[in-house]
């Protein structure tokens, strides 16, 4: 009798530590677009995974990355299996602004803290119980098109062509150029849209053209991005052509190539380091992410890859202060990181200055928009 309970005893104890040490561990789930027609940023996202920390604050981090193709369904499908049978502590994801969107839900279901990788505004405003949970790293599409408006004016143009993808990113986009181009002055001679996955937008470049405005601005992300461009330089449009952050990266450059050259766009600090001073707190925090990423995968990063280092720099400096309010896996422990999340001030990310507030989960302002031109087959900070 004693025997047994001495072994029920020790069985007792064994599964005690076990329960301490899985809670211990931070569970991070990741849902990137890593095919579909959102690879271009959903692959290097996946590439960065084995590039985070693996350790912050002493504890373990563990991450479940998942691929949804795309598709906002599969992202739903996927949040839901980390959320429920993998008890992850947090979310990161999507790579696009569609499959982020229906997230939030399962997010705020949850109550499970999310950061996203996508671009448009309205994942974290207006700010209500569902965004309480989103936060994201990606700068609002907002404040780059003010900062892009607002040079767009300066040089002269008064009218302006719109070229956009047909879904929440390009109409994102197209709901701020419109609302604040009046007040610069510009008037918008167009609303043409297309599909990602489209393979000519001639007839849209025709329509712009044939508006004939000063300058035309392309709301589109990664290599897609080239094809409005290629066709408006096909048709002879010699105005100047102004681009989103989201076509920064050299598969951009490569596919475009004389065709996107003189592109001007307001992007994020990752994209011209090499271009600030050396001493510049922006270079220092694009140099450790360079570094850990080439080590990892033996090539050189994207912004697209920035945002989910991005995402876990945030969470390295809020999951310390959530761990003096409870332990990993429980309830407590989200809300307490949700809450740090919140309190974030001046973080250096490769994507800004990040400064969040309960109003606020995105956190930046225009020290985060740099003015950058392709130049001589270069991404280049204007001066």
Known sequence: MIRRCLA???VCAAMLLA???ANADIKVGIVVSGTGPGSAL??????TVAALPKEIGGEKIVYIALDDESDSTKGVQNARRLVIQDGVDVLIGSSLTPVTMPMLDVAWEAKTPIISLAAATAIVQPMDERRKWAFKVVPNDDL???AILKHIAKSGAKTLGYIGVSDGYGEGYY?????LAPTFGLTVTTHEVYARADTSVTGQALKVIATNPDAVFIASAGTPAVLPQQA???RSYAGKIYQTHGVATEEFIKLGGASVEGAIFTGEAFTIADDLPADDPFRKVRDEFLSAYEKANGQKPNIFAAHLWDSMALLKTAIPNAMKTAKPGTAEFRAALRDQLERGKDVYLNNGLSTMSPTDHNGYDERSAFLIKVEGGRFRLMK
């Open 8 to 10: 029920a005893l020790c």
């Open 175 to 179: 709901k701020e150029v419109s609302r």
């Open 42 to 47: 959903g692959q290097p996202q996946m590439r």
């Open 19 to 21: 329960t301490s040490g």
């Open 232 to 234: 408006l330089r096909e």
């Open 144 to 146: 780059m098109a003010l």
